[in-house]
């Protein structure tokens, strides 16, 4: 069975920091790309950033440029996204995602976890 469970989320303040991990298992075959998107309430699912399978490249949300950074350790099957000078508008629950092949480009495809809320108060 795929799976991406995300966690890490949580409840801070403004200015604060936290970390999300997306742990994946039961794929198989060539690693892929991955990234991190995030769905306010009544507002669509929006890319946060993105990853290509080896790590060598990212790319990011311009709201998140400078405070968000996103990693991966194909050794352990995981992914993190270290957010900082977390903002209101940062509020959303946040969703890892598998793209099709290594490129950046492939993210998203079809799996998806089950999210994990972030909450960021003023």
């Known amino acids: 069975q795929v799976q991406l469970v995300e966690s890490g989320g949580g409840l801070v303040q403004a200015g604060s920091s936290l970390t999300l991990s997306c742990l994946s298992s039961?794929?198989?075959?060539?690693?892929?790309?991955m990234g991190w998107f995030r769905q306010a309430p009544g507002k669509q699912r929006d890319v946060v950033a993105r990853?290509?399978?080896?790590?060598?490249?990212?790319d990011y949300a311009d709201s998140v440029k400078g405070r968000f950074t996103i990693t991966r350790n194909n050794a352990k099957n995981t992914m993190t996204l270290q957010m900082t000078d977390l903002k209101p508008e940062d509020t959303a629950v946040y969703f890892c995602?598998?793209?099709?092949?290594?490129?950046?480009?492939?993210?998203?495809?079809?799996?998806w976890g089950q999210g994990t809320q972030v909450t960021v108060s003023s």
């Open positions: 995602n598998r793209g099709r092949g290594s490129a950046i480009s492939t993210v998203p495809d079809n799996y």
């Open positions: 039961g794929f198989t075959g060539p690693i892929k790309a």
């Open positions: 990853i290509s399978a080896s790590g060598a490249l990212t």
